[in-house]
């Protein structure tokens, strides 16, 4: 009821708002920014109302308004970076709408002359929306993102200054925005909230969204009220393309053909883009991208005492990308529009490995093989509207969302054998295994278990918004009210089907699945397993094998959850525009429901009383919590080309959901010792009252845009978090008393973060661009261990970000070099030891060739210093894990219509 009542309201809202009378002798000004033969709009530019001193920004189509004027003639006057600034009257009467068309000037510096096509195109239009922007933010543009190799819209955004990327297999997957975890920052598909396909996280895995799909991205640092609270780290918005971000039809094509240096396999790539308007009120637009890639990468790895692992993979990865957009615009006072997009990453992953376990005459050997397809899929669809009432301004938005990840089949295999013959010396980056003949001969290992796992997660969301704005005067001062309301409604669901066989294994042999030895750089190998031979085998003889049905049960219930989480919020806030200062200020209030359902499992075996079974208990619980944040920011011009901004704003971010699920994984173990019988417990188990993050935040930070497409910014930030969570051991508390061990996440103290951050972007008319960035950061946490607390860094920041380009074009030739480097980072506590994530640093090229303006051939090197990825412990010659990717050579060629 609660549900259904909320949403009631909101929908009220939007009739009632929506029969608003309309306000009567005034005028309106509905105008658009383009170049002299209309082959381009631009967005991010200054309009400015000279006579009343009202200032906007054109939209993403180049358009513009200014509702509600009193007759009159008026003086606009455009700025765009890049282009002279354009002045134009336009007389208004009485309840009369104007449309003028803006025209840049046609000169030998113009943007219509240099910004033809390639890098600064992109640069400029990322530029001018970030000058004109309320809020601190960084933004890509389209075209900027085709100056890059980057494939997705993870590797994409890390060109931004404090932007870093964690990597899986050598390709970007999750952005951290100034050092902070991702699972603090907020993303979102054209406004509307991603749920994520992985189990147990909030982080969106942005390498599943093909970059083809994509018109802007746009990094704030700052929020304002109108944007939900849950940006600690910040918020990320994903904007795909529109038929009204073009004046006229397009079409592309592109296709291209990939090699990596460690797969002899040429990869495959197809994508096509096309927008189209059927008349100036109704457009489509639709984008498709399919890359179906083959890579691989060799690992050693270690737990930095007594285990090393080598690791050799092969990997097929296909990503399907498709969006479908569609406006409507009967006139100038209603806009409609209908956002779909569908992204689909598929995993195809054959792992083998070695493991030894260096423990003397005890010291063992295992062959390890894992098969597992995995698949994720992001779905959004959203309608809204934009309504001019008079004065009023009506924005609202329905939406759904849906991710998931299925991984079905999966299927391990564990050999052994024992080996006393095994040393190696892991204070090493690549340590390497001294081992006789017996320990690479595979009829000397048993088959010791198989597992069989079918895991699903689904998370869906839905909401709906409604924004009202309204231009007020307030003691002569122009400014802009602004209030609105949404609701979320989400629902994370984990379910898990684990099937352990630890007997039966006569008809399954090491020996029977020896294949060649694989190619793996660091050394022998060994016989390689046959992946098929195994499966077809496993499904055969599956019968006759025998179930640890304990083991089997617990791994099972302990990993499935359902949790919903609820979200009312509220907001108010008025922008204020003087003369050289603008103030956007006000409140965000929300309300969160949650609850989680769940299984108590425990594992008894008791020799006392001979039991021997699981013990299954549901488990649900619910609370609910209430915030009220403030925010504000600023903006001084302090002459056209230097702005300052300043903002403190409040922010959030709710515990990941496997963190607040309601699981219990308990052992219980009794046996007899020296004539008497002792009970051992242990457990892990979720926290369903972890409370939120809670962080204040502070921004400033000086802009010097010196007239041509550049920029040159520099800002300090710092935050001060509470509630952060850390993993403790919480046995002896009074809810586990009785208990050895019981790990659980928790409410730690408290965590700061400050940094500077430093970009420079400049163009040179005889074709030279240089790009620079960097973030210096300063973190401090609590993290406890073994009931102690002492200070560490925020897990997964790096004190120093960087990147660097230089690129060259002409009207044929567009190049371009980059670096991008993330210094080391404390990743998590292993044990008593520090796990660090070594310093990276990537070298990519890109390179283009246009035959006109309809053809393009491009090249592409990716790492092409074949950097390694690299953990260690404490100490940088002490392995946690090394892996490699190897270069990878793109090329392609794009059609334009």
């Known amino acids: 009821m609660l549900r259904l009542s909320r949403i009631a309201c909101h929908c009220y809202a939007i009739l009632g708002l929506g029969a608003a009378p309309f306000f009567v002798n005034a005028g309106e000004i509905n105008g658009q920014l383009t170049n002299d033969d209309n082959s381009r709009v631009f967005a991010g530019a200054q309009i400015r109302l000279q006579e009343l001193n009202l200032t906007t920004t054109s939209g993403r189509d180049g358009s513009f308004r200014f509702p509600s004027l009193p007759a009159g003639t008026y003086t606009l006057k455009a700025s765009y970076l890049g282009a002279a600034p354009v002045t134009q009257l336009v007389t208004l009467t009485d309840d009369q709408t104007v449309t003028p068309v803006i025209t840049l000037s046609e000169n030998t510096n113009s943007l219509t002359d240099i910004l033809v096509r390639g890098q600064r195109s992109g640069q400029a239009s990322a530029i001018n929306k970030q000058r004109v922007s309320s809020r601190i933010s960084s933004i890509v543009s389209a075209d900027a993102i085709g100056q890059f190799p980057d494939q997705n819209a993870a590797e994409a955004l890390q060109r931004l200054p404090g932007i870093s990327l964690e990597r899986d297999q050598g390709e970007g997957r999750f952005v951290g925005i100034r050092g902070i975890d991702p699972n603090l920052n907020n993303v979102t598909i054209n406004g509307l909230n991603i749920p994520s396909p992985e189990s147990g996280v909030r982080s969106v895995a942005l390498d599943v969204i093909p970059s083809e799909l994509i018109q802007t991205l746009e990094v704030s640092k700052s929020v304002t009220p109108d944007m939900d609270a849950d940006a600690i780290g910040g918020a990320i918005d994903v904007k795909s393309v529109s038929a009204f971000d073009y004046p006229g039809s397009t079409a592309s094509v592109t296709a291209q053909a990939s090699q990596n240096q460690l797969v002899d396999k040429t990869s495959p790539k197809l994508s096509a883009k096309m927008t189209k308007k059927f008349s100036d009120s109704v457009g489509i637009a639709a984008a498709l991208s399919w890359f179906d890639r083959d890579l691989g990468s060799d690992n050693i790895e270690s737990n930095g005492e007594d285990e090393l692992e080598q690791r050799e993979y092969n990997i097929n990865r296909e990503r399907l990308g498709g969006a479908v957009n569609l406006d409507w615009r009967p006139d100038f006072n209603n806009q ?18 070695n493991i ?15 098969d597992r397809y995995e698949e994720q899929s992001i779905f959004t669809v959203s309608g809204g509207g934009e309504h001019q009432l008079g004065v009023w301004l009506i924005n609202w938005q329905l939406g759904y969302a849906k991710s998931d990840e299925d991984e079905p089949d999966a299927l391990y295999y564990v050999f052994k054998t024992d080996n006393d013959s095994i040393t190696t010396d892991l204070n090493t980056q690549i340590p390497v295994v001294t081992q006789n003949a017996a320990a690479t001969d595979l009829s000397t290992y048993e088959t010791d278990e198989v597992s069989f796992e079918d895991n699903y997660t689904k998370d869906t969301e839905t909401s709906i918004k409604i924004d009202v704005i309204r231009p007020l005067v307030i003691a ?49 190998f060994g016989p390689g397993l046959d992946r098929q031979g195994m499966r077809t085998d496993f499904n055969s003889n599956r019968q006759q094998l025998s179930l640890a049905a304990l083991d089997s049960e617990v791994e099972s219930n302990g990993a499935s959850y359902v949790n919903n989480e609820d979200i009312f919020a509220a907001y108010g806030m008025l922008t204020a525009q003087f003369e050289k200062l603008q103030i956007v200020a006000g409140l965000r209030y929300e309300h969160t429901d949650f609850s989680t359902a769940g299984m108590r499992v425990e594992l008894v075996e008791n020799e006392q009383t001979g039991e021997e079974g699981v013990r299954n208990t549901p488990w649900s619980t619910q609370r609910d919590y209430d915030y009220l944040l403030p925010s504000i920011n600023l903006r001084y011009d302090l002459t056209d080309k230097v702005l300052l901004r300043g903002a403190y704003t409040q922010t959030l971010a709710r ?23 002792v009970t051992e417990r242990e457990a892990e188990v979720g926290n369903p009252d972890l409370q939120p993050y809670e962080s204040s935040n502070f921004d400033l930070s000086i802009e010097y845009y010196p007239g041509a497409v550049g920029v040159l910014s520099a800002g300090y930030f710092y935050k001060d978090i509470d509630n952060f969570v850390v993993f403790a051991d919480v046995a002896g508390t009074s809810e586990w008393e009785g208990f050895d061990e019981v790990i659980q996440p928790v409410n730690g103290e408290s965590a700061s973060l400050q940094g ?12 030279l661009l240089l790009s620079a960035n960097g973030a210096i950061t300063d973190s401090e946490a609590t993290t406890l261990l073994d009931g102690e607390s002492f200070k560490t860094r925020l897990p997964n920041q790096s004190d120093k970000i960087g990147n660097l380009a230089v690129g060259y074009e002409n009207n044929t030739v567009s190049l371009r070099l980059t670096l991008a480097y993330k210094s ?38 990716v790492n092409l210093t074949n950097e390694p990825y690299y953990h260690y412990f404490d100490q940088p010659d002490r392995n946690a894990q090394y892996e490699k990717y190897g270069r990878t050579f793109e090329v392609g060629f794009t059609w334009r219509m």
């Not at 409609?336 to 083998?352: G, I, K, P």
């Not at 309301?485 to 399954?508: A, H, P």
């Not at 515990?655 to 019988?677: L, N, R, Y």
């Open 336 to 353: 409609y529009f209908l956002r779909t997009l569908y992204s689909q990453f598929a995993d195809d992953e054959y792992r083998q490995a």
């Open 356 to 370: 030894y376990s260096f423990e003397g005459e005890d010291s063992q050997i295992e062959r390890e093989s894992k």
């Open 476 to 524: 002569g001062v122009e400014t802009e009210l602004k209030f609105g309301s949404k609701y979320r409604m989400r629902e994370k669901n984990r379910d898990s089907q684990v099937f352990i066989y630890d007997d039966g294994f006569s008809d399954m042999s090491a020996q029977q699945y020896a294949t060649g030895s694989p190619d793996w750089q660091f050394g022998d």
């Open 655 to 677: 515990p990941k959901f496997e963190d607040v699920a309601a699981f219990q994984i308990i052992q219980s173990s009794t046996e007899e010792d020296e004539g008497a019988f």
């Open 756 to 767: 500077v951050e430093l970009s420079w972007v400049k163009t040179f008319n005889n074709g």
């Open 824 to 861: 080391d980072n404390f990743e998590e506590l292993d044990g008593e030891m520090l796990r660090i994530e070594d310093s990276h640093q990537q070298l990519d090229f890109t390179g283009k060739y246009y035959f006109d303006d309809s053809m393009m051939v491009y090249f592409n090197g």
